[in-house]
């Protein structure tokens, strides 16, 4: 049974009791116009003014909607027994917890949304959703586009601090972690409309330079005309200046001072280390284009020139104290203090990121801050937030903008449960393992046949997208925080919560819809969508749920969610593409409608996890 007198009296007329609350308390009529794909967001926009007509004089109570089992309807809302917490005891028409979400149940304003509404146990108020409400909303999407669905959030700008490799070493796995991870929350929230600024924080800047640049002088008098090539593997480079430093006390001495030099400005060695830079970032960027990622780097060095004015005003304000000749930053809850100055009178990691964090809320005017790394940093972060707290540049409140989160994630382990590690117990390159993934795609290919179907360029592009994307996506689909083991045959397995299964499916939506020979564009605008049988309207359901899910992936920093989003709507699918015939039966015009809007929704996934479509296998 409809919630509302009957079920078309969508619009109201005067005379009904409801309105003329409505109309005196002020509050606003939700229609359905404003719906934006975010079905939680829509309903709690709904309990929220039935709240208010319900008990008025409780103004701070918020409606928690949540997406509940079927057995209970599409939606569930628990604002009845919070508003019983805050009534009970006072003198109300209430008798309790029920009897609250029954009169929030009649202050419902009328929407299309709702089919019927039902109290359960304590006082849950669960909510069965009009499925030509569903269905209408479907369509309007694919009419509208996917990015109509896109979450709005409050914020504007945020920096995503992500990848940020060292220059002169390889770039591991912990990296790919790291850039995999921030470019998937980054696409987030673009979608979500925010502008974000891609950084990269290289590690530019340190100590390691004057070893680097006197081995650089040593190797090659011509340094300036030195390239990859000459330099070879950049991590060797390296391992060997570090050998050349650990065993020559002259070189280290010289090495020492070449530091002094290189931070005093001097022209030969700001040449040499521009030079190394530029070798590393070559290397670097090499790994994004594979990748599809794109970031702007902002290392280390850049923070330079505005460290001693950020410490001089935290200096002035009393935060930076002296310590057993360090200059310190003290913080509640920590024993050990943050090093902002050496004893040395060097600046060090810290210093740069009190910098980096002044420059982003100032000077870029982030209203949130996300750095992606590795969970052993978590204490550096804590420590810098809370110092940034004391400088008042952040609020205290965590709940409020502007904002700084860390997003940490675990160890990348091989088969042993040791860290991944080459068998010559090297760090994995990340070339060598995307190398790995790709041949291991296409040789999959190959043996199926589809060097005989299939042009060379197809072959190679789908290799790629399988590949990178099996690597993307096994990463992904974990709770960042956990580690994870890394395997090619788990990874590349076409069953199970994979890439390459997701994708295949994908394209044999594609293959559905190519082979039924009808305009697709043409069925969007002239067709109508229906959800009558129930696993179409389990598989519409959970199209609609799309949008929350981007949001709590997004605001809860958790691209697992929306992997476990995207794994369950292909398996919602399968169950619907075995129960309902879609080409050649009476409702294929819908049914292919209701395929699009899956293969839809399934490359806005991929999109917002950076793996890249396939559309036919
Ligand atoms: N370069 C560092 C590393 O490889 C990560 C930098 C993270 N960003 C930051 N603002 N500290 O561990």
């Not at 640049?213 to 190797?219: R, Y």
């Not at 594609?510 to 039924?516: F, M, P, V």
């Given at each position: ?199 990269n924080h290289v590690g530019d800047w340190g100590t390691q ?314 069925l969007k605008k002239t067709g109508t969508l229906v959800l ?86």
């Amino acid at each position: 049974p409809s919630i509302f007198a009957s079920a078309d009296s969508l619009k109201l007329t005067s005379s009904s009791p409801a309105f003329a609350t409505r109309m005196q308390s002020g509050s606003p009529m939700v229609t359905d116009e404003e719906f934006t794909g975010n079905v939680k967001a829509q309903l709690a926009k709904l309990f929220g003014l039935s709240l208010k007509l319900t008990a008025p004089e409780e103004p701070d109570v918020e409606p928690l909607v949540a997406a509940c089992t079927a057995k209970f309807g599409d939606y569930q809302c628990n604002n009845a027994m919070s508003l019983w917490a805050k009534i009970k005891g006072k003198r109300t028409q209430f008798r309790g917890p029920p009897a609250v979400g029954e009169a929030i149940k009649n202050n419902l304003p009328p929407s299309e949304m709702i089919e019927s509404c039902s109290i359960a146990g304590p006082g849950f108020v669960n909510v069965v959703l009009s499925k030509n409400w569903m269905a209408k909303s479907i369509q309007k999407m694919l009419i509208d586009g996917i990015d109509s669905w896109a979450p709005k959030l409050s914020i504007k700008r945020a920096v995503v601090d992500f990848s940020s490799p060292n220059i002169a070493k390889e770039m591991h796995v912990g990296h790919l972690r790291s850039t995999i991870i921030g470019d998937s929350l980054a696409r987030m929230l673009e979608f979500s409309k925010v502008e974000v600024l891609r950084r990269n924080h290289v590690g530019d800047w340190g100590t390691q330079f004057g070893m680097l640049i006197e081995f650089l002088f040593e190797k090659f008098p011509n340094y300036e005309d030195v390239n990859e090539k000459a330099i070879g593997d950049l991590q060797a480079f390296y391992k060997e200046s570090k050998q050349r430093f650990d065993a020559d006390p002259d070189f280290k001495e010289r090495a020492q001072r070449a530091v002094v030099r290189l931070q005093g400005g001097e022209d030969r060695y700001r040449r040499a280390w521009a030079q190394i830079c530029e070798i590393s970032r070559n290397e670097f960027q090499r790994v994004y284009q594979r990748l599809g990622v794109h970031l702007e780097e902002k290392g280390e060095s850049f923070y330079n020139p505005y460290i001693p004015g950020v410490l001089k005003a935290l200096t002035e304000q009393g935060l930076v104290e002296e310590s057993q000749g360090c200059q310190v930053i003290f913080i509640d809850g920590f024993n050990i203090p943050l090093i902002v100055v050496k004893s040395d009178g060097g600046y060090n990691y810290a210093s740069t990121d009190m910098t980096a964090i002044w420059y982003r809320l100032n000077e870029e005017r982030a209203e949130w801050i996300i750095y992606v790394t590795d969970v052993g940093q978590q204490q550096h972060f804590a420590m810098v937030f809370k110092a940034a707290q004391r400088a008042g540049w952040l609020p205290v409140v965590d709940r409020s903008y502007p904002k700084a989160s860390h997003v940490g994630f675990g160890l990348v382990l091989g088969d042993d449960g040791k860290r991944f590690r080459t068998r010559s117990s090297e760090v994995v390159r990340l070339v060598d393992l995307l190398d790995e993934a790709k041949a291991r795609s296409k040789k999959e290919l190959i043996d199926r046949g589809k060097g005989q179907e299939w042009t060379e360029e197809d072959i190679e592009q789908t290799a790629e997208a399988v590949g990178y994307g099996a690597v993307k996506y096994a990463d992904l689909k974990n709770n960042r925080l956990t580690n994870y083991t890394f395997n090619y045959d788990q990874m590349l397995n076409d069953k199970g919560n994979t890439a390459v299964y997701l994708l295949y499916a994908h394209a044999r939506i594609c293959s559905i819809i190519r082979k039924s020979g009808k305009d697709i564009e043409e069925l969007k605008k002239t067709g109508t969508l229906v959800l009558d049988h129930v696993d179409e309207r389990v598989l519409g359901l959970h199209l609609l749920q799309f949008a929350e899910v981007v949001e709590e992936a997004c605001m809860n920093l958790l691209p697992n969610v929306l992997c476990e989003y995207l794994y369950n709507l292909s398996e919602k699918f399968s169950t619907f593409y075995q129960q309902c015939k879609v080409v050649g039966s009476e409702e294929e015009t819908s049914r292919l409608l209701l395929c699009e809007a899956t293969a839809v929704v399934m490359r806005k996934c991929f999109y917002l996890l950076g793996i890249t479509p396939i559309y036919k296998i």
